[in-house]
């Protein structure tokens, strides 16, 4: 019963880390999908932008202003289509991490787990046995 409910929380356990980790890949495929559409539109609204703020890019604090609305926009864009930020993922590794380290030690655990099964000799024939007594 032991070694069932072993062998059934380690399969759960790979279940979970290879969710998580197809997870990871499509939020990855996803976010590669939409950035070039994000980046077409990005671009369109910089050509928008009146000439003096153009003129202002260079440097100075328009730059950086500009810079920082560029930065938000693009994380709220990638986050409307559902990208993980970068502390997402970075919790996601650890998570990840910790269900490997948790399954190695559950392996080991049933690999201990198991005894050798000591082996038994052979009885000797019958004829052997009574010609040594006799």
């Known amino acids: ?13 790979q279940a979970s880390a290879r969710q998580i980790w197809q997870a990871s890949l499509g939020a990855f495929a996803l976010a590669q999908e939409e950035g070039g559409r994000l980046l077409a ?9 009146p000439p003096a703020a153009q003129a ?8 950086d ?8 926009r693009v994380a709220r864009a990638l986050a409307t289509i559902g990208v993980p930020t970068q502390a ?13 380290r948790q399954l190695a030690m559950l392996s080991a ?16 024939p019958a ?3 009574a010609r040594k007594a006799a």
């Open 1 to 13: 019963m032991t070694k069932k409910l072993k062998h059934d929380t380690s399969g759960a356990m």
């Open 109 to 124: 655990g049933a690999a201990r787990a198991v005894k050798k099964v000591p082996v038994k000799k052979k009885a000797a």
């Open 127 to 129: 004829g052997k046995q």
């Open 65 to 72: 202003r500009l810079e920082q609305v560029f930065e938000e």
């Open 56 to 63: 202002a890019m260079p440097g100075g604090a328009a730059h």
């Open 41 to 49: 539109s990005l671009a369109h609204d910089g050509a928008a932008l």
């Open 88 to 100: 997402e993922l970075a919790a996601l590794r650890e998570q990840v991490e910790q269900l490997q």
